[in-house]
C-alpha cells in the first residue's frame, strides 16, 4: 500500500530522530516519523524496575559476537522515545582532543569537524532542553561557552562522601551537567530526587523527547506511526536519489512511504541492518556502502566502578540514576600510564535494590543469608563511583548481515565487538585508580565491581569523515553517496570519546536538522 | 501535572498486577496472593516448579513465599515483548520459556548426579553447595546454559519477589517513592 508522498521520513522516534522531526517540521516540511516500538505515554512509566523492562527491546534482530559481546537491551530503546525515554540525562560532552585524535596522535580516527563547530549546538540543546550544571566550573577543561540555563541539582551524602578520595587523589569533581530540571522550565516541573530516572521519568523534571523535541514536533504537526517496522529504503532507477522506504505496519501489512527525503534514526546498529536490506543493483553492498564503511567502527564505552560501603546513613537511595558530581581530570588521552584513551568520572546517584544497576547486584557473589544481611546493611550505606573509558574505532567491530531472518524476511544481523589492549589497560587503570579514591574516604569497606568487561552506548557504524573513501556520512550525517539520504544519532561518531551521548547526539542532529532545512531545494529538489 | 498524576496513578493501579488465570478467566494478582490462592501452573511442570521454589529460596530467603514460580510461569506464558523479567534485558533470546526449561534441567541433572535426589529434596547446605558451584561453573558434567549464567537469571528474578516491591522496600527500612505506583504491592 502507497501512501501519500511526504517530505521527509525519519525511521526511529528517539533522541536523534525526534530533533530532525522537529526542526524539520517547524520549517514547513511534512513529515512522519516511523517508529517499530509502541507509543509509549508518560504515564506508562511506571516507578519499577520491573515494569521499567517494557520499554526495552525483548531481544532484537542482533547476534552477539566477539570477545566482548554487546549486550545491548539494558540501554537500548523499544518505541517512542527510544533509549532516551530510560536514559540517566547525564549531559557531558565531548572535548576539544576528541576530534582529532589521528592528527595528535598518530592513530584512531580525526572527526572532519573541530570541538568549535559543535559547540554552539551544545549550547542550543541546552536551552532546548533544559540542563543543570555549572558551565564556568567546567571551563577548567573545555573552552568558555553558554552558562546551563539552570543551578546545578541538588547533591545528598552519597555523593558528597566521596569528594575526601577525589581531593586526595587530586581529581576536581564539579557539578553534573544533567538534563533534568533543577528547578521548573518551560513548565515542567523541579525534580523530586527519587531516583526512577532510569525506569523512564512521568513528571517531565527529566528531559526525555516526549516532553522535548519530539513534544515539540508533535505540536508542530509531526505524524507519528508507531508499530511500524521499516525494513527497506528505496531508490531511484538510477540509483542516485532514495525514494522513501518499506514498512509493516501494526497489522503487519507492507506499506510504502515515498518520501524527498529519508533519515535514518534507528540505532547504530540497525541503520546498518537498514542500508545492508537496501541493495540494490546500483549499489550491491547496501545503500550509501561504496567504502565498504558501513557497520564498521563499531565502538562502546566501559565502566571501571568502585563501591565503598559505610556504616553511616548516607541516603543511599536519594538522589538521580545519573551524576551529582563529575569530572574530565582523567580525559587527556594518555592520563593513565600505560593506556591510551579518555575517562570521564562520575559519582553519586541514587541507588534501587533490584534490575542490573541495583544494589543486589554490588556483590554478585553472595546469596542466600549473606545478601540478605548484606541488603540491609548496603540500603542506607551504600554508594559507588564511576569511570567511563573510552574504546578507539577499530575496523573489526562491525555489524554484518546473519543468515537468520526476522519475520518479514530481513536478515538478522551481528554484532562482532571485542575491546584491545588499550581498553582493557584503561579499564584496569581506573579500577586501580578508583580503589585508591575509595579508601581516601575512610569507608567501612571498599571493593571494585569488577565482572565481565561491560559495553555501554553503542557508537559507529556509519561513520562521518571528509570524503567517500573514508567514512559514510559527512559532518552533518548525509550520506556522501546519496544527497537525499541522512543517518542521525552515535552511529555517525568517528570516535567515542569517554562521555555519555545523548548530548552530542543532540547537538549533531540539530546541526544536521538545521543544514538540511537551509539546503532542503539543493538536497530534496 | 495534575492532569499526569491523575492519568499516572490510574493506569499504574490498573497496570501493577500481573494476569493471572483462575477458573478459566484471567483476574489480577501479586505472584505472592497466586501462589497463596494456588492459582494452576500455566508452562512450568510441578516439578520445574519446585525446583524453581527450592532454587530461588536458595538464592534469595523468602523468595518462595513471595511467589517466584508464580512470577517467572506467568511472565514465560506471555508474549515475550510483555514480559517484565530480568532475561530481557540479559539479552535471553525468546522464547523465555526455553531458557527457563533448560535452567531448571541442568540443576536437576546436576543434583540427580551430585546427590542422587532432585534439588528440592536436599539439605540446606547440599543446595548451597550445589549453587556455590554452579555460580563459579564448578560442576562437573554440567549441562545446560553456563551455571554462572542460570545463576544471575535467577538470582536477579528471586532478587526482584523479594526486594523489587513495595514491600521488600519497606522490609529494608528505604522508601520506595514512586512517581507511579505499581500497585500496592508491586
Given at each position: 500500500?502507497?501512501?501519500?508522498?511526504?517530505d521527509v521520513v525519519?525511521?526511529?522516534?528517539?533522541?536523534?530522530?525526534?530533533v530532525?522531526a522537529?526542526?524539520?517540521t517547524?520549517?514547513?516540511k511534512k513529515?512522519v516519523i516511523?517508529?517499530?516500538?509502541?507509543?509509549?505515554?508518560?504515564?506508562d512509566?511506571?516507578?519499577s524496575d520491573?515494569w521499567?523492562?517494557?520499554?526495552?527491546?525483548a531481544s532484537g534482530?542482533f547476534?552477539?559476537?566477539?570477545?566482548?559481546?554487546?549486550?545491548y537491551?539494558?540501554?537500548?530503546?523499544?518505541?517512542?522515545?527510544?533509549?532516551?525515554l530510560?536514559y540517566f540525562?547525564n549531559?557531558p560532552?565531548?572535548l576539544?582532543?576528541d576530534?582529532?585524535?589521528?592528527s595528535?596522535?598518530?592513530?584512531?580516527?580525526?572527526w572532519?569537524?573541530?570541538?568549535?563547530?559543535?559547540a554552539p549546538y551544545?549550547?542550543?540543546v541546552?536551552?532546548?532542553?533544559g540542563v543543570?550544571?555549572?558551565?564556568?566550573a567546567e571551563?577548567i577543561?573545555?573552552?568558555?561557552g553558554?552558562?546551563?540555563?539552570m543551578?546545578?541539582?541538588?547533591t545528598?551524602?552519597?555523593?558528597e562522601?566521596?569528594l575526601?578520595?577525589?581531593?586526595?587523589a587530586?581529581i576536581?569533581?564539579?557539578?553534573a551537567a544533567?538534563?533534568?530540571?533543577?528547578?521548573e522550565?518551560?513548565?515542567?516541573?523541579?525534580c523530586?530526587?527519587d531516583?526512577?530516572?532510569?525506569v523512564?521519568c512521568?513528571t517531565?523534571a527529566l528531559?526525555?523527547?516526549?516532553?522535548t523535541?519530539?513534544?515539540?514536533?508533535?505540536k508542530?504537526?509531526?505524524?507519528v506511526?508507531p508499530?511500524?517496522t521499516?525494513?527497506r529504503?528505496l531508490?531511484n532507477?538510477?540509483?542516485?536519489k532514495?525514494t522513501?522506504?518499506e514498512y509493516?505496519?501494526?497489522k503487519?501489512?507492507r506499506?510504502v512511504q515515498?518520501?524527498?527525503?529519508v533519515?535514518?534514526a534507528?540505532?547504530s546498529a540497525?541503520n546498518p541492518r537498514l542500508?545492508?536490506n537496501s541493495?540494490?543493483d546500483?549499489?550491491?553492498?547496501?545503500?550509501a556502502?561504496?567504502?565498504g564503511?558501513?557497520g564498521k567502527?563499531m565502538m562502546?564505552?566501559?565502566s571501571s566502578?568502585?563501591?565503598a560501603?559505610f556504616?553511616e546513613?548516607?541516603?543511599?537511595?536519594?538522589?538521580?540514576?545519573?551524576a551529582?558530581?563529575?569530572s574530565?581530570?582523567r580525559?587527556?588521552k594518555?592520563s593513565q600510564k600505560?593506556?591510551?584513551?579518555?575517562s570521564?568520572?562520575?559519582?553519586g546517584?541514587?541507588?534501587?535494590t533490584?534490575d542490573?544497576g541495583?544494589?543486589?547486584?554490588?556483590?554478585?557473589d553472595?546469596f542466600?543469608?549473606?545478601?540478605?544481611a548484606?541488603?540491609?546493611r548496603a540500603?542506607r550505606g551504600?554508594?559507588?563511583?564511576g569511570?567511563?573509558?573510552?574504546?578507539?574505532?577499530?575496523?573489526?567491530?562491525?555489524?554484518?548481515?546473519?543468515?537468520?531472518?526476522d519475520?518479514?524476511?530481513?536478515?538478522?544481523a551481528?554484532?562482532?565487538?571485542s575491546?584491545d589492549q588499550?581498553?582493557?589497560?584503561?579499564?584496569?587503570?581506573?579500577f586501580?585508580?578508583?580503589l585508591k579514591?575509595a579508601?581516601a574516604?575512610?569507608a567501612?569497606?571498599?571493593w571494585s565491581?569488577?565482572g565481565?568487561?561491560?559495553?555501554?552506548?553503542l557508537m559507529g557504524?556509519?561513520?562521518?569523515g571528509?570524503?567517500?573513501g573514508d567514512s559514510?556520512?559527512?559532518?552533518?550525517?548525509?550520506?556522501?553517496?546519496?544527497?537525499?539520504l541522512y543517518i542521525?544519532g552515535?552511529g555517525?561518531?568517528?570516535t567515542?570519546?569517554?562521555s555519555n551521548?545523548t548530548?552530542?547526539?543532540l547537538?549533531?542532529?540539530?546541526r544536521?536538522?538545521e543544514?538540511?532545512a537551509a539546503k532542503?531545494?539543493?538536497?530534496?529538489g | 501535572?495534575?492532569?499526569?498524576e491523575?492519568r499516572a496513578?490510574?493506569k499504574?493501579?490498573?497496570?501493577?498486577?500481573?494476569?493471572?488465570?483462575?477458573g478459566?478467566?484471567e483476574?489480577?494478582?501479586?505472584p505472592?496472593?497466586?501462589?497463596?490462592?494456588?492459582?494452576?501452573?500455566r508452562?512450568?511442570?510441578?516439578a520445574?516448579?519446585?525446583t524453581?521454589?527450592?532454587?530461588?529460596?536458595?538464592?534469595?530467603?523468602?523468595a518462595r513465599q513471595?511467589?517466584?514460580?508464580q512470577?517467572?510461569?506467568q511472565?514465560?506464558?506471555?508474549?515475550a515483548?510483555?514480559?517484565?523479567l530480568?532475561?530481557?534485558?540479559l539479552?535471553v533470546?525468546p522464547?523465555y520459556?526455553n531458557?527457563?526449561?533448560?535452567?531448571?534441567?541442568?540443576?536437576?541433572r546436576?543434583?540427580?548426579a551430585?546427590?542422587?535426589?532432585?534439588?528440592?529434596?536436599?539439605?540446606?547446605a547440599?543446595q548451597?553447595?550445589?549453587?556455590d558451584?554452579m555460580?563459579q561453573?564448578k560442576?562437573d558434567?554440567?549441562?545446560?546454559?553456563?551455571?554462572?549464567f542460570?545463576y544471575?537469571?535467577?538470582?536477579?528474578?528471586?532478587?526482584d519477589?523479594?526486594?523489587?516491591?513495595m514491600?521488600?522496600?519497606?522490609?529494608?527500612?528505604?522508601?520506595y517513592?514512586p512517581?507511579?505506583?505499581?500497585?500496592?504491592r508491586w
Amino acid at each position: 500500500m502507497a501512501n501519500e508522498k511526504v517530505d521527509v521520513v525519519i525511521v526511529g522516534a528517539g533522541a536523534s530522530g525526534s530533533v530532525f522531526a522537529a526542526v524539520l517540521t517547524k520549517a514547513g516540511k511534512k513529515v512522519v516519523i516511523l517508529e517499530q516500538g509502541p507509543d509509549w505515554q508518560l504515564a506508562d512509566l511506571v516507578s519499577s524496575d520491573f515494569w521499567g523492562r517494557r520499554i526495552k527491546p525483548a531481544s532484537g534482530p542482533f547476534l552477539l559476537e566477539g570477545k566482548n559481546p554487546f549486550g545491548y537491551v539494558y540501554q537500548a530503546g523499544w518505541g517512542v522515545g527510544g533509549a532516551a525515554l530510560h536514559y540517566f540525562a547525564n549531559f557531558p560532552r565531548l572535548l576539544p582532543n576528541d576530534f582529532k585524535i589521528r592528527s595528535e596522535y598518530g592513530r584512531a580516527l580525526d572527526w572532519p569537524i573541530s570541538y568549535q563547530d559543535v559547540a554552539p549546538y551544545y549550547d542550543k540543546v541546552a536551552q532546548d532542553v533544559g540542563v543543570s550544571g555549572d558551565a564556568k566550573a567546567e571551563e577548567i577543561w573545555r573552552p568558555a561557552g553558554a552558562p546551563y540555563p539552570m543551578a546545578p541539582m541538588k547533591t545528598f551524602r552519597n555523593g558528597e562522601i566521596w569528594l575526601k578520595g577525589f581531593e586526595a587523589a587530586g581529581i576536581r569533581m564539579v557539578p553534573a551537567a544533567v538534563a533534568m530540571n533543577s528547578t521548573e522550565y518551560k513548565g515542567r516541573p523541579p525534580c523530586i530526587y527519587d531516583g526512577w530516572c532510569h525506569v523512564g521519568c512521568p513528571t517531565g523534571a527529566l528531559a526525555n523527547p516526549l516532553v522535548t523535541y519530539l513534544g515539540d514536533a508533535k505540536k508542530a504537526g509531526t505524524e507519528v506511526r508507531p508499530l511500524s517496522t521499516v525494513t527497506r529504503v528505496l531508490t531511484n532507477a538510477q540509483g542516485n536519489k532514495v525514494t522513501g522506504v518499506e514498512y509493516y505496519d501494526a497489522k503487519k501489512e507492507r506499506q510504502v512511504q515515498e518520501a524527498s527525503v529519508v533519515v535514518l534514526a534507528a540505532w547504530s546498529a540497525q541503520n546498518p541492518r537498514l542500508l545492508f536490506n537496501s541493495a540494490t543493483d546500483k549499489h550491491p553492498k547496501g545503500l550509501a556502502n561504496s567504502s565498504g564503511l558501513v557497520g564498521k567502527y563499531m565502538m562502546a564505552h566501559f565502566s571501571s566502578g568502585t563501591w565503598a560501603l559505610f556504616d553511616e546513613d548516607i541516603q543511599s537511595y536519594m538522589g538521580t540514576t545519573g551524576a551529582q558530581l563529575m569530572s574530565y581530570e582523567r580525559y587527556a588521552k594518555t592520563s593513565q600510564k600505560g593506556a591510551f584513551g579518555s575517562s570521564f568520572i562520575v559519582a553519586g546517584s541514587a541507588l534501587k535494590t533490584s534490575d542490573l544497576g541495583g544494589f543486589a547486584n554490588a556483590r554478585l557473589d553472595l546469596f542466600g543469608s549473606d545478601l540478605a544481611a548484606f541488603m540491609k546493611r548496603a540500603a542506607r550505606g551504600l554508594t559507588r563511583i564511576g569511570a567511563f573509558g573510552e574504546e578507539l574505532p577499530n575496523i573489526e567491530n562491525r555489524i554484518e548481515a546473519a543468515s537468520d531472518k526476522d519475520e518479514f524476511g530481513m536478515p538478522f544481523a551481528k554484532i562482532i565487538h571485542s575491546f584491545d589492549q588499550d581498553a582493557v589497560a584503561l579499564w584496569n587503570a581506573n579500577f586501580e585508580e578508583g580503589l585508591k579514591i575509595a579508601k581516601a574516604t575512610g569507608a567501612k569497606e571498599v571493593w571494585s565491581a569488577r565482572g565481565n568487561m561491560p559495553t555501554i552506548h553503542l557508537m559507529g557504524g556509519t561513520i562521518m569523515g571528509a570524503n567517500a573513501g573514508d567514512s559514510v556520512t559527512n559532518s552533518y550525517g548525509q550520506t556522501h553517496e546519496i544527497a537525499n539520504l541522512y543517518i542521525a544519532g552515535p552511529g555517525i561518531f568517528a570516535t567515542a570519546g569517554a562521555s555519555n551521548p545523548t548530548y552530542t547526539i543532540l547537538a549533531l542532529s540539530l546541526r544536521g536538522a538545521e543544514q538540511l532545512a537551509a539546503k532542503w531545494s539543493t538536497v530534496a529538489g | 501535572m495534575h492532569d499526569i498524576e491523575r492519568r499516572a496513578l490510574i493506569k499504574g493501579a490498573a497496570m501493577g498486577a500481573l494476569a493471572f488465570t483462575v477458573g478459566g478467566g484471567e483476574v489480577l494478582l501479586t505472584p505472592r496472593a497466586a501462589r497463596s490462592q494456588g492459582v494452576p501452573l500455566r508452562t512450568l511442570t510441578v516439578a520445574q516448579a519446585a525446583t524453581l521454589d527450592a532454587l530461588g529460596e536458595t538464592l534469595v530467603p523468602g523468595a518462595r513465599q513471595a511467589g517466584i514460580s508464580q512470577f517467572v510461569d506467568q511472565q514465560i506464558s506471555i508474549p515475550a515483548e510483555e514480559a517484565l523479567l530480568e532475561a530481557r534485558v540479559l539479552n535471553v533470546r525468546p522464547p523465555y520459556a526455553n531458557f527457563y526449561r533448560a535452567a531448571l534441567g541442568a540443576v536437576e541433572r546436576a543434583s540427580q548426579a551430585l546427590n542422587g535426589q532432585p534439588f528440592a529434596d536436599l539439605s540446606q547446605a547440599e543446595q548451597r553447595s550445589l549453587v556455590d558451584n554452579m555460580r563459579q561453573n564448578k560442576v562437573d558434567g554440567w549441562q545446560g546454559p553456563p551455571g554462572s549464567f542460570v545463576y544471575l537469571v535467577l538470582r536477579s528474578d528471586a532478587v526482584d519477589v523479594v526486594y523489587g516491591t513495595m514491600d521488600g522496600y519497606t522490609a529494608l527500612g528505604i522508601p520506595y517513592m514512586p512517581h507511579i505506583v505499581p500497585t500496592k504491592r508491586w
